[in-house]
């Protein structure tokens, strides 16, 4: 297994346009994470899946924002009509039904750093 | 709501010095986890330490230990020995019960080992 993976690295687009980014976590880790984080801070919950179920989402998600997991494997999130403030770093992370023994805590993929112009 | 303060935005620490990381945070929860993340410059975030709340002995993981004062709400991370490759964001998260879901995280101190 190589971690959790996300794609793009780095996404550049025109404010107005949609955007998707996509998430896979480690295999056997059945819960995955959607946060952002700006330059100076620390990352900010957005929502997160166990399975294919949404079981939080942050109120500070507008109506713009959308993820999916539709099969409990890998994970979309979409941002449509995008503005200069959504500029961030998304990060994904996945993590075990159970935090206990050596694997414990989240896994995090590198990110997806989106740029509206 | 929780929220997690780390009121050291930089540090600084000589190679093979001990440095020590505060934060506090504030919750009305009884049980509940403690967690160290490292993002060094290549920015993927990694878990360093991890503390229950309802253990009264401190983590430890390798250079890695944390002093935890449930009463008090802190939980300083010490990192001894300081190596280079410390060099890194750490962030201070909370969460509320083991796997609960979501965490919340401390706006990070960076750290710089200098040689």
């Known amino acids: 297994d190589t971690g959790v993976s996300q794609d793009p690295r780095h996404k550049i687009t025109k404010r107005g346009q949609n955007v998707t980014f996509r998430c896979d976590p480690i295999?056997?880790?059945?819960?995955l994470y959607w946060y952002r984080q700006t330059l100076g801070q620390g990352p900010e919950f957005l929502t997160y899946?166990?399975?294919?179920?949404?079981?939080?989402k942050s109120r500070l998600l507008s109506d713009r924002f959308s993820a999916e997991r539709p099969k409990g494997s890998f994970s979309t999130l979409e941002i449509q009509r995008t503005e200069q403030g959504d500029s961030a770093m998304y990060l994904c992370?996945?993590?075990?039904?159970?935090?206990?023994?050596?694997?414990?805590?989240?896994?995090f993929g590198s990110g997806t750093r989106l740029t509206v112009v | 709501a929780q929220t997690v303060t780390q009121s050291q935005p930089e540090m600084s620490v000589q190679e093979a010095e001990t440095v020590t990381l505060s934060c506090t945070y504030d919750?009305?929860?009884?049980?509940?986890?403690l967690f160290w993340y490292k993002q060094p410059p290549s920015r993927q975030m990694i878990l360093v330490i991890r503390?229950?709340?309802?253990?009264?002995q401190n983590a430890t993981e390798n250079r890695f230990s944390v002093n935890f004062q449930k009463a008090a709400k802190s939980f300083s991370l010490k990192i001894s020995d300081s190596q280079l490759g410390d060099t890194a964001m750490y962030f201070c998260?909370?969460?509320?019960?083991?796997?609960?879901?979501?965490?919340?995280f401390g706006d990070g101190t960076t750290l710089t080992v200098k040689p």
């Open positions: 992370a996945s993590s075990p039904n159970n935090l206990q023994g050596t694997n414990y805590g989240y896994t």
């Open positions: 295999s056997e880790h059945n819960r």
């Open positions: 899946f166990q399975n294919e179920a949404q079981l939080e």
């Open positions: 919750t009305s929860e009884n049980n509940y986890y």
């Open positions: 503390q229950e709340a309802y253990k009264q």
């Open positions: 998260a909370f969460m509320k019960q083991m796997g609960a879901g979501k965490s919340t």
